[in-house]
Nanobody, 120 residues
Framework: EVQLVESGGGLVQARGSLRLSCAAS????????IGWFRQAPGKEREGVSC??????STYYADSVKGRFTISRLENTVYLQMSSLKPEDTGVYYC???????????????WGKGTLVTVSS
């Protein structure tokens, strides 16, 4: 079973930087994207960034484009966050969306989350 473990969250000042890590294991299919969602208190969970395992294409939400960078080295996915804003505050979850089976269907796997707090 896919397991995802986040680390790197913490308290940072606005305009500062932080790097999140997601240690991934247990993949039995290679057609998947892996990346990050976040959820602020009282708000819906939103997609932040992801990277495709096959072609390494990336996606960024408009709100973080130009400030965040996703990358992958072996079994760890990183989210480098810079120019942080208070509105970036939230619990950041590592997510893998995996295509499985025949006919194909998608399965989402989640980490437990890591808290990022950006102070003004």
């Amino acid at each position: 079973e896919v397991q995802l473990v986040e680390s790197g969250g913490g308290l940072v000042q606005a305009r500062g930087s932080l790097r999140l890590s997601c240690a991934a294991s247990g993949f039995t299919f290679d057609d998947y994207t892996i990346g990050w969602f976040r959820q602020a208190p009282g708000k819906e969970r939103e997609g932040v960034s992801c990277i495709n395992n096959r072609d390494r294409s990336t996606y960024y939400a408009d709100s973080v484009k130009g400030r965040f960078t996703i990358s992958r080295l072996e079994n760890t996915v990183y989210l480098q966050m810079s120019s942080l804003k208070p509105e970036d505050t939230g619990v950041y979850y590592c997510n893998a969306n995996v295509m499985e089976g025949s006919p194909r269907y998608s399965v989402n796997y989640w980490g437990k989350g890591t808290l990022v707090t950006v102070s003004s």
